[in-house]
């Protein structure tokens, strides 16, 4: 192959021999590696040595080795290795520590799954070189963040938009390329339907890109998005496990609020409330923009993990917040109130429930339930202060109350069909 680093090519060598010659030994004498046998149909079965764990295992004295300082040395001089570095930097106490776990390690237990054990192929390694290479000088990279998800099952991959998406996953799947995703999932992830997917973003960076997406802010607006969209307990974290090209180089903390299991009824996200919660995630991203609507969304938000009083009181601040418009929180619900009512609906019960809320009284359900719904609805129209008018048109008799985003969806749904 054409070795476009030469000193790097030779010195990442050195460093994957050099503990070749240090794995080998301990595996024909110390003990057989653990292995998978792995059916590929018509009862064929492969044998695969899991050589990764055995790497991962002595990776303290692995660092300790003369080539492998040699290495780090030479990757520090390469600017294009310096994002690698910085995904691990929370993780690890310094710069070179950080080349290591990030480069060094995943080199050379690529190198010896190729191998398929530590009986050394010059071709292997020079495989694996290449993708590196191309990963550390070429003009794109792929970066992948994924954080387990909780509250919700999906039968199939649903699409967020902006590169986010829930999949199925499971903790074997995590520890492949990530080894302290065992210790970092969890409790019961992988163990009931609600518990078996991930969060993830994806993203093509530039080659001389050297920052990363802040994928916690990112699938913290996504979990939101799925809140509002499914009412489910959903929760991702509590760490976002972070890769670019095969390098699984970062760890970071998930954001609290995202993190933090809501009580509730876990359900299954199908491809009509994927689709709602991506539209959700778009309108999302501008709602900081209007300080009101931002401020309702928190708080509806933080009343999912209070207890009474603070949850109703969570809910009436939500409330004025979102449609007050300055009137206070009795024109808050009475707007929100035509808001939601829909011809079928329980109009009077919604309404009782926000008045109630209103009076001081603690909130039902149905309260809850209906602010939910009053958020989405917000978010869903185009122009807040402008959807207050016409509630208040609509209170006053003057003209008929905004269709509700569900229903309108509907509607266009029918008209649709029958075109």
Do not use: K, N
């Amino acid at each position: 192959m054409a070795v476009g680093a030469p000193h790097l090519h030779d010195a990442l060598r050195a460093f994957c021999l050099a503990s070749f010659a240090r794995l080998a030994p301990e595996a024909e004498h110390g003990g057989e590696l653990p292995f998978v046998l792995e059916e590929h149909g018509a009862g064929f079965y492969e044998y695969r040595p899991l050589v990764r764990d055995h790497v991962q295992a002595r990776a303290y004295w692995l660092a300790a080795l003369e080539d492998a300082r040699i290495a780090i040395a030479e990757l520090r001089r390469e600017p294009a290795a310096a994002i690698f570095a910085r995904g691990r930097a929370t993780a690890e106490p310094s710069e070179e520590r950080a080349l290591f776990r990030a480069i060094l390690l995943p080199l050379l237990t690529r190198t010896a799954e190729a191998c398929g054990g530590f009986d050394w192929e010059d071709g292997a390694f020079e495989r694996v070189y290449a993708e590196l290479e191309g990963s550390l000088f070429g003009s794109a990279r792929a970066y992948t963040a994924v954080a387990p998800l909780v509250g919700l099952s999906v039968l199939a991959e649903i699409e967020l938009g902006r590169g986010l998406s829930v999949r199925r996953s499971s903790p074997e799947q995590l520890g492949s390329r990530w080894p302290e995703a065992h210790d970092l999932v969890p409790a019961g992830f992988g163990q009931e339907p609600e518990r078996t997917c991930v969060l993830a973003l994806e993203r093509e960076l530039a080659g001389e890109e050297q920052s990363l997406p802040d994928a916690p802010g990112e699938l913290s607006d996504a979990v939101t998005a799925l809140r509002l969209a499914t009412a489910a307990p959903a929760a991702a974290g509590p760490v976002v496990f972070e890769q670019l090209d095969w390098h699984p180089f970062g760890i970071r903390p998930m954001l609290g609020i995202a993190a933090t299991e809501p009580s509730g009824e876990p359900t299954r996200l199908d491809p009509w409330r994927g689709r709602l919660a991506a539209e959700l995630l778009e309108r999302l991203v501008g709602a900081e923009e209007d300080a009101e609507l931002a401020e309702g969304l928190e708080r509806w938000e933080l009343s999912l993990f209070e207890s009474e009083p603070l949850r109703s009181e969570r809910l009436r601040e939500a409330a004025a917040a979102l449609l007050g418009g300055g009137d206070g929180l009795w024109a808050g619900v009475m707007r929100a109130a035509i808001l939601l009512g829909e011809a079928g609906d329980d109009t009077a019960g919604i309404t009782a429930g926000l008045r109630a809320l209103a009076r001081g009284e603690r909130a039902g359900e149905a309260a809850g339930e209906a602010l939910r719904r009053a958020v989405v609805e917000v978010l869903l129209h185009d122009h807040r202060p402008g959807l207050i008018e016409t509630l208040d048109d609509a209170l006053l008799g003057l003209r008929a109350r905004p269709p509700g985003y569900f229903s309108a969806r509907a509607m266009r749904h029918e008209s649709g069909t029958a075109a």
